[in-house]
């Protein structure tokens, strides 16, 4: 719903109305890529005539579709479906992202940052403020608070963004490089996603703090905020965790 995350991903709507999917309930049942990040949304159909998922409808060129696909984990964590959303103007045929069955945790529950983006989204759109409540007061994932990242003390290499796009399953984050070439199996999906660059401000942007405005050149100066500083902070241990550290980041 949040127009500022939908450029993050690379997709610029050029027309957004709300909308009303009917007999489908809002879950957040999702396994994200990385633990932290908790549960990401899914929608769900119960067929109950009470029950409606609210949220934007977007029209966007073709080609958005398959960077959409890339960050939506398309395949791997969510298919993708037609479904009948309801608008002002009336019935609209639409693409939605639903949780694959491999995927779905129901233990899972989403982070403030997640919540944050999604309440925006709403808020901006001008839904319903009852179904807006329903979603403020929903449970979320405890917060986890990580010691700064300390890189690995062992033989590595110094990468600048040339270097680093020679080397396909390489991925940079921070001042840090990572070789997700062994990464298990679901994870495998983010290589061609990640491979070859530098995600900081990938990650940056999908802040809930950010209006999406954030540059290459704020990162390399260390204009960024502490909130940011923390979220890539937190992102420097999941990658550590998942990947094997080879090297340094230079952005000069």
Not at 32 to 58: I, K
Not at 73 to 92: F, M, N, P
Not at 148 to 170: C, G, K, T
Request: glycine share 10%; hydrophobic share 40%; proline share 5%.
């Amino acid at each position: 719903m949040s127009l500022p995350s939908l450029r993050a991903k690379g997709v610029a709507a050029l027309e957004s109305l709300p909308a009303s999917l009917d007999g489908w309930a809002l879950r957040f049942n999702v396994r994200h890529w990385f633990p932290h990040e908790g549960g990401m949304g899914n929608v769900e159909r119960t067929g109950r005539a009470g029950d409606r998922v609210l949220g934007l409808v977007h029209l966007c060129d073709d080609a958005d579709l398959k960077a959409l696909d890339a960050v939506e984990a398309y395949g791997w964590r969510y298919d993708r479906i037609e479904v009948d959303v309801q608008t002002s103007g009336g019935t609209v045929r639409a693409w939605t992202y639903v949780g694959m069955p491999g995927a779905i945790d129901d233990s899972c529950l989403p982070t403030r940052r997640y919540l944050n983006i999604l309440l925006a989204g709403a808020e901006a759109a001008g839904l319903d403020a009852d179904y807006i409540g329903r979603l403020r007061s929903h449970p979320l994932a405890p917060s986890i608070d990580y010691p700064p990242f300390e890189r690995p003390s062992v033989p590595s290499a110094i990468f600048n963004r040339r270097s680093l796009a020679e080397h396909a399953a390489y991925t940079a984050i921070a001042d840090s490089v990572f070789d997700m070439s062994a990464a298990r199996g679901d994870l495998a999906s983010l290589i061609p996603l990640f491979g070859g660059r530098d995600m900081t401000l990938f990650h940056i942007r999908r802040l809930d703090t950010s209006d999406g405005s954030e540059t290459e050149g704020d990162v390399r100066d260390g204009r960024l905020s502490a909130s940011a500083l923390r979220y890539i902070n937190t992102y420097l241990h999941a990658y550590a965790t998942e990947f094997r550290y080879v090297g340094r980041y230079t952005r000069n």
